[in-house]
């Protein structure tokens, strides 16, 4: 029987994949002593948008440079449907790029940039022409052909280096923090953009970013970095509310997170864990049975309505902080001296606590999760 029989016209072209699957098996890369990336092991899906964040040097510019192949790695393979490409020069791998540094070049205009790749690949003139067209008004750049990149503003050259990149309808895009020279609102401007353009090329993009909300917002799929190794990888939202440690959970959003000197587990995948300090909370035993609680702030229910949750704190206010319609409270539990962090939405009739008042605090048992690592104390 015919698996495909069953499918609509409609779905055969949704089933149709435009980007490349990239595989990396093993990949490493040490510069003498110091390690840059431990052995990498990962599978991006055909038309995947594929984020990875993590702190400076933590690897990721490595990891897109070997892929890019302007770094050699010291062992690995890297796959692209299925064949290797680590002995394929860069200029031969056909992928779009779009880097921080990667600047157009001054003395060309915005058409000559795009039509760059589509020159040094021998595209004749009339065809040359049109890709270009159609380029520029993809990134809504009509018209603005003729100008030199000096003429035009931040976010409008950064459209030209994207055009530029996806030419040639490269099968995969590798983009590092290029939106990083941007300021604050041309940024979500352009990270919308970049999203809608991945999507109607259907391309492969791996994107590089130290910014964990721009990489939230646009990714798929995400990797945390640390130490050249790929420490947790998911969807934004598998990340943030199953963080596998305490590093993870705190370099994605806010949480608070405590201490616990001993945990038993329950039926149901919960724990009751003891807080050091004084205290005991059930949980998600998430990872096993971790070292540490993590809360969410907005799991976190603070006055009367927490007397009904599953784990209740008298605690006092510390500190109350109000911003664009969300309030934040810094609460210090009773006994164990603990600090948590509550944030809810807030409207105009709505009395605030201040600090120092005292106050109930909890939170429902599957919103704690019990993770890996030793929380300073
Ligand atoms: N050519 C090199 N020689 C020696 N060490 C290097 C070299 N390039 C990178 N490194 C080291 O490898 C590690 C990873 O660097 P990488 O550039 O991948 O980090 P990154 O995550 O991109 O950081 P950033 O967010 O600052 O761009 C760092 O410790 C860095 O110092
Ligand atoms: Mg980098």
Excluded at 103 to 118: D, K, R, S, Y
Excluded at 203 to 221: G, L, P, S
Aim: net charge neutral; glycine share 10%; with cysteine.
């Amino acid at each position: 029987m015919n698996v495909h029989a069953d499918l609509t016209p409609d779905h055969k072209v949704i089933a149709e994949k435009r980007g490349a699957l990239v595989e990396f098996g093993g990949v490493t890369k040490s510069y003498g002593p110091v390690t840059a990336l431990r052995p990498t092991s990962l599978r991006i899906e055909a038309g995947e948008f594929f984020a990875i964040i993590g702190p400076s040097g933590s690897g990721k510019s490595t990891l897109l440079g070997i892929t890019a192949g302007f770094i050699v790695p010291s062992a690995g393979m890297i796959r692209i449907d299925g064949a290797d490409i680590v002995a394929v020069p860069p200029y031969s791998r056909n992928f779009g790029m779009v880097f921080q540094n990667y600047a157009l070049f001054p003395h060309m205009t915005v058409a000559e940039n795009i039509g760059f790749p589509l020159r040094m690949r021998g595209v004749a003139k009339t065809e040359k022409a049109e890709r270009v067209a159609r380029a520029l008004a993809m990134v809504r750049l009509e018209g603005l052909g003729d100008r030199r990149p000096s003429e035009l503003s931040g976010g409008q050259q950064q459209r030209v280096a994207l055009a530029r990149a996806a030419v040639y309808d490269p099968l995969l895009l590798l983009m590092d923090e290029p939106l990083g020279a941007l300021d604050k609102n041309l940024r979500e401007e352009m990270q919308e953009e970049i999203k809608k353009f991945q999507k109607a090329l259907g391309v492969t993009v791996i994107y590089v970013t130290h910014d964990q909300q721009e990489a939230a917002a646009m990714a798929d799929r995400l990797a945390i970095m640390r130490n050249g190794r790929l420490e947790q990888i998911g969807s934004p939202r598998q990340l943030y509310e199953r963080p596998q440690n305490i590093f993870v959970a705190g370099f994605l959003g806010e949480a608070s997170i405590l201490p616990v000197s001993k945990a038993t587990p329950l039926a149901g995948g919960f724990a009751v864990a003891e807080l050091a300090g004084g205290g005991s909370v059930e949980a998600v035993a998430s990872t096993g049975v971790g070292e540490a609680l993590c809360i969410r702030p907005e799991c976190i229910v603070v006055g009367p309505e927490a007397e009904h949750t599953d784990n209740v704190f008298a605690a006092q206010v510390e500190e109350a902080v109000y911003a664009n319609g969300s309030v934040r409270y810094r609460l210090r539990l009773d006994g164990s001296g603990h600090v948590v962090n509550a944030r809810f939405s807030t409207r105009p009739d709505l009395v605030l606590m201040q600090p120092g008042q005292r106050t109930k605090v909890g939170w429902a048992r599957r919103d704690g999760l019990l993770i890996e690592g030793r929380p300073e104390t």
